[in-house]
């Protein structure tokens, strides 16, 4: 069974940093792209970031870029988003899904931005 | 960027009657491989997306037959064939051909 585990969420300061995890189990986590996805409260799904199966290629949406980085570790199954200059519009809860076209989710991360 | 937009905003719908979401996009989801990535997803409240349909008319694992994609090019549509309480929640699509990735608006689908 897929599994997806986030984590890392919090308040943090507009200016701040925070680096998101999700673990996965379940698949061969060396096989498949990630995503990242969010939702600002009460909002629809924003697409944020997505990463190849290898690490190589990296795709950003433009509210993101410059700011945000995806990466992995096929050693840890996990895949990284490290977010920096965050400001209060970043404010979401934070999925990672499987594949570039998000075929399994997990449970969510929250992050604040907030002063 | 491609616009997805979905109608309607609100579904009211009658238990074991049929629903049905339209999703338009600004431009052609066909991809240069030849494949169309539209994808539906169900995200019922408090919980998790979950992806029901990839590539216009596939069924995720598990996803029951009342839900039915179909359609080409830039007018796509998802179909439950008799809607059932569990179903309740918000629909999207997401086209997964062009970055960067986008989704519809969502729509709200409720028992009357």
């Known amino acids: 069974e897929v599994q997806l585990l986030e984590s890392g969420g919090g308040l943090v300061q507009p200016g701040g940093s925070l680096r998101l995890s999700c673990s996965a189990s379940?698949?061969?986590?060396?096989?498949?792209?990630m995503s990242w996805v969010r939702q600002a409260p009460g909002k629809g799904l924003e697409w944020v970031s997505s990463?190849?199966?290898?690490?190589?290629?990296?795709y950003y949406a433009d509210s993101v870029k410059g700011r945000f980085t995806i990466s992995r570790d096929h050693s840890k199954n996990t895949v990284y988003l490290q977010m920096n200059s965050l400001r209060a519009e970043d404010t979401a809860l934070y999925y990672c899904a499987r594949t570039m076209h998000c075929d399994s989710w997990g449970q969510g991360t929250l992050v604040t931005v907030s002063s | 960027d491609v616009v997805m937009t979905q109608s309607p905003l609100s579904l009211p719908v009658t238990l074991g009657q049929p629903a049905s979401i339209s999703c338009r996009s600004s431009?052609?989801?066909?991809?240069?491989?030849?494949?169309?990535?539209l994808n539906w997803f169900q995200q019922r409240p408090g919980q998790s997306p979950r992806r029901l349909v990839y590539q216009v008319s596939n069924r995720g694992s598990g996803v029951p037959d009342r839900f039915s994609g179909s359609g080409s090019g830039t007018d796509f549509t998802l179909k439950i064939s008799r809607v059932e309480a569990e179903d309740v929640g918000v629909y999207y699509c997401m086209q997964g051909t062009h970055w960067p990735r986008t989704f519809g608006g969502g729509t709200k689908v409720e028992i009357e």
């Open positions: 990463i190849g199966s290898s690490g190589k290629n990296t």
């Open positions: 379940g698949f061969t986590f060396s096989n498949y792209a």
């Open positions: 431009q052609s989801l066909i991809h240069s491989d030849g494949n169309t990535y």
